[in-house]
């Protein structure tokens, strides 16, 4: 009895050789293998020897209804049975998902005798014809009505995808000028972005065209590593431990360089402080990551780093489309063009993700799901640089209509003292003319009561006429140069020339001064306060308010010296704001080119090394002026 059950044994283990066999033909081109057709052993010991699986393959292998193992110490061995049930000799190439960069031994088995080996992974080195994407690449050939069983052993620090490929050798040549197709595809792309954006940094010197060239050239790096093909080029030459760690320090440099190309593409210092340390944080712990990779890496702990690397990574994706969505909020130029190529590249991702845990099947061309996303995330952020430059550009131009606008105002100013200094004679010659008109008086000894007044009269028209003469003068006719001088003095200047429309708008204008002697150019300090004391005489008219008034004050602080200038017609739009300093911007209804605020910020930042800020207060608008 005993007898007959190990008999009855035997052959139903003999029988479970073609229960699992997957029989092909001639007419199978390609065939998805996965948990269905695989026989799975975990060895948990990490100990079990090729010929210790092929001994005990019957009470080791069992049915598991998974492809994916994650993160483990333990070896995963799979088994495969090809059972060639044509009356011709079938070939066919056999290729492994994930495996090059993972430690995968493959085994062929022919009558339970082992033919022929394969070795791939971390720890040795790669030919181009082993390898295909990031696949084992293995020719196997089937005698008619044979099987072979084919053996996987995977140790693998990162996620283990179990499934397989077989392809027909016309399906398979096929498939590689496709890949090939693909591949140069992507990188052709990339390649040429990079060239150009290279090209404009070394024009413009521009930080922002600088990190974009460093990220993308990590991320065509990375891509073509993780595909193998740089792998199985560089690995005799370069040695695969220098791939293994350059490999796993590519997504940090990427990382690196991306914020620092957020952070200086869109001036986030500036523009949004918070999101600029925030980066910065990104930065430095990515940085540490990679310095503690370098020096502290070891076989031993390879899991924990990878692990580690896993979240972060993660979490650097969903600060940096966090990022995204601030920035587009915030409305700054090449925002929308950043937004679409994070979120491509976040979406790509995580649908690869996805895919790799067995959720979304894209079969074998989801090993472009990621190179995808990193190819339109290059086009795009390329496309939001495009913009900076065409802002450059913008600048460039405004610049230039400027610098025209402050050499008109000098040639005017140049022709004005000309003609003022003109003016002295004939008020001079008035003035001795009312003083030979007192010396007759004082001859004939006569006093007149209605003569007396009618001189006084004179001489005060004459002697204000004089003063506003001299300062027309003295403010057109200065040089711009540096020198020191009186702030309250050159205020003081400025006003004397508004003089006329101050009183016919009635416009009460007060003051606080301290006393400040300041260093600089007071020609073009002058040219700016009159700009902007010009800008608020002309709203406050425009807006008809009542008890007109303009307050100008000054101090000096930690960080310079501070002339603060307010009117009360009810601030700037708030939509406007941002728009004041903008040439040809007005926010005057009925006149005004838009030019001089314009001029003023470019003056105060070009010529006077200062700054000049806008804000609404409670009763109109404020321009602070700050200069060291």
């Known amino acids: 009895m005993f007898k007959m059950l190990k008999i009855i044994l035997a052959a139903l283990l003999f029988s479970c050789h073609f229960l699992f066999a997957l029989d092909i033909d001639e007419k199978v081109n390609k065939l998805s293998i996965s948990s269905g057709n695989l026989l799975s052993y975990i ?44 009356k011709k000799e079938l070939e066919g190439y056999l290729l492994n998902h994930f495996s090059a960069l993972d430690e995968v031994d493959v085994y062929l088995v022919k009558n339970n005798k082992l033919y022929e080996k394969f070795f791939f992974g971390d720890m040795r080195a790669v030919t181009n014809k082993e390898i295909l994407n990031r696949f084992t690449n293995i020719n196997i050939k089937i005698e008619a ?57 070394l024009s413009l010197k521009q930080k922002a065209f600088l990190f974009y060239v460093l990220h993308a050239l990590v991320n065509v790096y990375n891509t073509l590593t993780s595909s193998g093909h740089i792998y199985a080029l560089l690995s005799p030459y370069f040695g695969v431990e220098f791939l293994n760690i350059t490999y796993k320090i590519t997504p940090s440099l990427a990382i690196i360089f991306m914020s620092s190309f957020i952070i200086t593409l869109f001036d986030l210092k500036k523009n949004i402080k918070w999101l600029y340390y925030l980066n910065f944080g990104v930065i430095y712990l990515f940085s540490a990551f990679m310095f503690v990779l370098f020096f502290f890496y070891t076989n031993d702990t390879i899991l924990i780093y990878n692990k580690i690397a896993s979240i972060l990574i993660q979490f650097s994706l969903l600060f940096m489309l966090l990022s995204a969505c601030v920035i587009v909020y915030k409305r700054l130029s090449g925002s929308l063009y950043f937004f679409l190529g994070t979120g491509f590249l976040v979406l790509s991702i995580f649908l690869y993700v996805l895919h790799f845990l067995g959720r979304i099947d894209f079969g074998i061309w989801s090993i472009y799901i990621s190179t995808l996303g990193r190819t339109v995330d290059i086009v795009f952020l390329s496309m939001a640089l495009g913009k900076r430059i065409k802002n450059i550009e913008t600048q460039r131009l405004e610049n230039a209509f400027l610098v025209e606008q402050s050499n008109k105002f000098n040639s005017t100013s140049y022709l004005l003292a000309g003609i003022l200094h003109q003016f002295k004679q004939p008020i001079i010659h008035l003035g001795s003319e009312v003083l030979n008109l007192r010396v007759l008086q004082y001859k004939k000894a006569t006093s007149d009561k209605e003569e007396e007044g009618i001189l006084k009269n004179m001489e005060t028209q004459i002697e204000g006429m004089s003063v506003l003469v001299e300062n027309f003068y003295s403010f057109y006719s200065s040089e711009s140069n540096n020198a020191t001088f009186n702030l309250e003095n050159s205020i003081d200047k400025t006003l004397s020339i508004l003089h006329s429309s101050l009183k016919a708008y009635n416009i009460e204008v007060k003051k606080e001064y301290e006393s400040i002697n300041l260093n600089s150019n007071e020609k073009i300090l002058n040219q700016v306060l009159l700009i902007i004391l010009e800008n608020a005489i002309s709203i406050l008219d425009e807006r008809k308010v009542q008890n007109p008034m303009i307050e100008i004050f000054t101090c000096k602080d930690e960080k310079g010296i501070k002339i603060t200038i307010k009117d009360n017609a009810g601030g700037i739009a708030v939509q406007d704001i941002k728009k004041v300093f903008t040439v040809h911007y007005s926010e005057r209804k009925t006149k005004g080119l838009g030019i001089g605020l314009a001029l003023a910020k470019n003056l105060i930042e070009t010529r006077l090394a200062g700054k000049i800020e806008v804000a609404n207060e409670e009763k109109g608008a404020a321009f602070t002026i700050r200069v060291s």
């Not at 948990?44 to 090729?50: A, L």
């Not at 399906?171 to 150009?196: E, H, M, N, Q, R």
């Open 43 to 86: 060895d948990k010991g990490r100990d079990k020897s090729f010929e210790e699986i092929l001994a005990n393959q019957d009470k080791l292998f069992l049915h598991v209804k998974k492809n994916i193992f994650t993160y483990s110490h333990e070896i995963i061995w799979t088994k495969l049975t090809l059972h060639n049930k044509s």
């Open 145 to 201: 009505k044979k099987s072979v069983d084919i053996f996987v052993r995977y140790a693998s620090s990162t996620p283990i995808n179990t499934e397989l490929e077989l392809f027909s050798k016309s399906f398979y040549d096929g498939f590689i000028f496709k890949d090939f197709t693909i591949w140069g595809f992507f990188v052709g792309i990339s390649l040429a972005l990079i060239l150009y954006n290279f090209m404009i940094y």
